[in-house]
């Protein structure tokens, strides 16, 4: 076997390497910045987590911050892709049912123990010099969402299973129903966070639905 065979041989096995240390990287800081939070994790303890010493760290991150980032829009991505796929995996439900389960299911995925809390440090509690690239990636993350509900919006409209309200309207009532269900999955849970997310998903399509 020529040389320049092992050369390609050895640099795909180097960079699969590097790829998986880098998603171990990834996947501790996440448990670490869920648990302590932004300004209780460093460096050394991710490292210690992953088995490297702390400078091979920065052969894949220039620091924490950027390290916080990119959990942030993992999570974030991973959130989305939820409510993506529930969308489609029911789409021979009728819309009501479609558009509740997508609610559930996302609220599902926040509920998750370090998922959850790192998109609930993203929305509620952002690190101060990290706020502006935070709000970014919740704003692009919106954009998604709002695609998803553009589709939902115009079903429901030409199926007329919602009243004549303006999709500012349906997606501003949306966004308040699911923003307040990921918040109050922080203080209650079980029974009594069923019970709020039931009665207010049936206030909301009480309101909008053109059948009530």
């Known amino acids: ?36 939070g932004y300004e209780g994790t460093t460096l050394s303890q991710i490292s210690d987590l992953v088995g490297i010493q702390k400078p091979s760290l920065y052969n894949h991150f220039s620091g924490k911050a950027e390290l916080f980032l990119t959990v942030a829009e993992k999570v974030l991505n991973e959130m989305l892709d939820v409510m993506e796929d529930s969308w489609e995996t029911h789409k021979d439900e009728e819309i009501g049912r479609r558009l509740y389960l997508v609610l559930a299911e996302s609220t599902s995925f926040i509920i998750q123990e370090h998922e959850g809390l790192i998109y609930r440090r993203l929305l509620l509690f952002p690190p101060l010099d990290l706020k502006v690239d935070l709000q970014a990636l919740v704003q692009n993350g919106d954009q998604t969402i709002d695609q998803l509900l553009k589709k939902v919006y115009e079903q429901a409209e030409s199926e ?4 004549d309200l303006r999709f500012s309207v349906f997606r501003a009532s949306f966004y308040c129903l699911m923003d307040g269900l990921f918040t109050e999955s922080i203080i209650y849970g079980g029974e009594e966070f069923r019970e709020r997310f039931e009665g207010s998903w049936d206030v909301f399509w009480r309101g909008i639905s053109a059948g009530q």
Not at 10 to 21: H, Q
Not at 160 to 163: C, D, I, Y
Request: aromatic share 4%.
């Open 1 to 36: 076997m020529s040389s320049h065979i092992w050369q390609s041989m050895s640099c795909k096995g180097e960079g699969k390497m590097a790829k998986d240390t880098r998603g171990k990287i990834i996947q501790s800081a996440l448990s670490s910045f869920a648990t302590r």
């Open 160 to 163: 007329g299973e919602v009243r």
